[in-house]
């Protein structure tokens, strides 16, 4: 047996049934086999970095695609949003967007079951996909999936069957992958029946038979209208079906699955995102980044996060701004009412973070010690767009909450002892050789700045990947560029080692663009690894800029 437990991490799940148009506001509910089939297939994809479907996946695909599965549904309620969504050349279109509301308590939890005996590869592999299953249906439905025996007591069943098990059921039709042998007759049957049918034509109607090539060029044509297998069928883009004439996916099936009537007319625990979003507590919020469709998907990269953070930050200081004479949010501006700065770090972070494309910025994870007020809220959840470097970043709210809420989904709000560098530190002050400008003497003063404890140990990173302490940081850093004079060795001592810092980290932009003024004490990124005595949760981010995104650091295996 396996068995999936999904959680939403927003609340609220976005799909629409296939053969169906978003703005009819239908919701897939539960989520149909060929979706979640699909699912694992891109986070192979995505997240494991397969080049092609490997054979454990196969197996472990065909064995699911065999068994239809059970369903275990939490209490749900239906919900929409209308807004305009951006087209081609500038135009705008008005969208529905339904969803199925399921809360975010303990018990709002999805379960699917699929009653099959893997090898011990497969199961091994689905535990690896689930853990890494980011989001299912549209980008807003962010999941945290994992594999489990047991599931929260209240859930609802919900089986395929041709009979419906009770008068309090209604019928709901999902689409679901034929299993391997199936697809492989039907295939066999139409591609061989079609291409007797092309040659016999002609000759019936008494017409002159076509030559051997260009009978061959119409097998082959009809041969690739048809998937080679059911993998085949299951990785088809949808834009590739469309454009090939087909209403329904080859290689699927409808089945009928029973869901009770008031499956999605229960009020789940937290009724209202509204109540959640206004909770004195909330001090996080994570945003899903998308390009301009009309330049294709850009997605801005991590070596420009200072850039594409301090533009979104402005355009959400802005958008908090409700001229009524306040100003904008503090907790975004870092600056009271009297226009002055806050002391210390409580106001927001601007984290870029890589959760679905290594090395690009997906989704941006803000946090704010001091808690999201009002006008913060409203700026995170009504900013649409940002510009920068000649690029629009299209954003949509995921969730707001406490870190605590999306550990499962972002490591930057993770517990950890170990922690290192997803963007460069740099030093916020003059270096110096020793004492409380030396390396190790501002990373522990900025650690300390942030009410965090002192790192146990501090070190640097090295080209190859390698990492020395932070006190033999000076002599590396002495001798950082090809050509200049190094330090000499101790009299008959042994030479230096020939080490170099990391220079991985030298392409980053490291100097504000709109306030070009506010330039770094010290041009120099560096990557860093802290140890601390104790667990130490996130998000952490250190030196110059860093509620811009420097600094930012995530747990280390």
Not at 271 to 287: E, F, I, K
Not at 331 to 347: F, T
Request: aromatic share 8%; hydrophobic share 40%; charged share 25%.
């Amino acid at each position: 047996m396996l068995r999936l437990a999904i959680r939403f991490l927003a609340g609220s799940y976005h799909a629409t049934p296939w053969g169906r148009h978003v703005n009819e506001g239908d919701i897939e509910w539960p989520p149909s086999p060929w979706r979640l089939c699909r699912a694992l297939l891109a986070t192979g994809f995505a997240r494991l970095g397969w080049t092609a479907v490997p054979p454990e996946a196969r197996s472990l695909i065909e064995r699911l695609a065999a068994s239809p599965p059970v369903y275990h549904l939490p209490a749900a309620s239906t919900g929409h949003t209308r807004h305009y969504m951006p087209v081609n050349k500038g135009a705008t279109a008005k969208v529905l967007d339904a969803f199925a509301f399921v809360g975010r308590d303990d018990g709002a939890v999805l379960g699917v079951t699929w009653e099959v005996e893997p090898s011990p590869a497969e199961r091994s592999l689905f535990a690896v996909l689930a853990e890494r299953l980011s989001y299912l249906g549209r980008a807003e439905s962010w999941v945290a999936a994992e594999v489990t025996e047991t599931l929260p007591g209240g859930l609802s069943p919900c089986h395929a069957s041709e009979c419906a098990p009770g008068p309090e059921y209604e019928r709901v039709a999902l689409l679901a992958p034929l299993d391997a042998t199936a697809y492989a007759a039907f295939r066999r049957e139409r591609v061989g029946a079609t291409s007797m049918a092309a040659q016999d034509e002609p000759a019936r109607r008494g017409a002159k038979v076509p030559k051997k090539n260009a009978a061959s060029k119409e097998a082959a044509k009809l041969d690739a209208l048809y998937p080679a297998d059911i993998l085949a069928a299951l990785l088809k883009d949808t834009s590739e079906l469309q454009r090939d004439g087909w209403s329904q996916p080859p290689g699927s099936r409808w089945l009928s699955y029973w869901r009770e009537r008031d499956a999605l007319g229960k009020a789940p625990a937290r009724a209202t995102r509204a109540a959640h979003r206004h909770a004195p507590r909330d001090d996080t919020a994570l945003l899903a980044l998308a390009s301009d469709t009309a330049r294709g998907e850009v997605l801005p990269c991590l070596e420009d996060g200072l850039l594409r953070m301090e533009a979104l930050h402005a355009k959400l200081v802005s958008q908090s701004d409700r001229h009524d004479g306040l100003g904008p949010s503090p907790c975004l501006s870092g600056k009271d009412e009297r226009r002055e700065r806050l002391k210390g770090h409580a106001h927001a972070w601007l984290l870029p973070a890589s959760l679905d494309r290594e090395g690009y910025i997906d989704h941006v994870l803000v946090h704010a010690a001091m808690t999201l007020d009002g006008r913060a809220h409203e700026a995170l959840s009504k900013l649409r767009q940002f510009h920068a470097k000649d690029v629009n970043t299209f954003l949509t709210l995921v969730g707001v909450g406490t870190r605590e809420d999306f550990e499962q989904a972002v490591p930057y709000v993770r517990a950890a002892r170990v922690w290192k560098s997803v963007l460069p530190f740099v030093p916020p002050r003059h270096l110096k050789r020793q004492g409380a400008n030396s390396l190790e003497g501002q990373v522990q003063a900025e650690l300390a700045s942030r009410n965090l404890p002192p790192a146990k140990r501090i070190e640097v990173e090295l080209d190859g990947g390698d990492y020395r302490a932070a006190s033999e940081f000076w002599e590396l850093w002495q001798r950082r560029h090809p050509g200049e004079v190094r330090i000499a060795a101790p009299e008959g001592g042994a030479p230096l080692p020939e080490e170099r810092l990391a220079t991985r980290w030298r392409h980053f932009r490291n100097a504000r663009l709109l306030k070009p003024e506010q330039r770094p004490p010290v041009a120099t990124n560096l990557g860093l690894r802290l140890t601390f005595a104790e667990p130490v949760r996130g998000p952490i981010a250190l030196g110059y800029a860093s509620h811009f995104g420097l600094g930012t650091m995530t747990p280390a295996p």
